[in-house]
């Protein structure tokens, strides 16, 4: 979560970035309060996997963290393809490598879960 909020942060201080938001615009066009649930939403989930880990059994952990962790893992290949070949961006594009790591160390760790073994 860390991540998420030190990448958006710095986002703050890229050209043009406040002057977007004064106007309501965000990457996914116009804001609206539907399009803030969504982002919302995107950023529960990690919060809540945390929480589900330790009450969900071995084996409906081990699938939900490794479906989550391939969504969360293809947004982050999408912001990066995104952000290639913007000098103001290096850095998000580092926190996404960052990310992705995390999310191939899950994935792996999800797999290797033995059937009876608790989460």
Known sequence: M???IYADYFQ????????RMIEMQTPMGPTSPGLLVIFSLILIVPALMIF???FLTAQINKWLNLV???LYASISILIIVS???Y???TFYILFNLV??????LIISQAWKWPKGESA
Request: charged residues 15%.
């Open 2 to 4: 860390f991540l998420y």
């Open 12 to 19: 703050l201080m890229t050209p043009g970035k406040l002057e």
């Open 52 to 54: 589900l880990s330790v």
């Open 68 to 70: 989550t962790a391939f």
């Open 83 to 85: 952000n290639i070949g």
């Open 87 to 89: 000098e103001w961006h």
């Open 99 to 104: 990310e992705l790591l995390i999310f191939a």
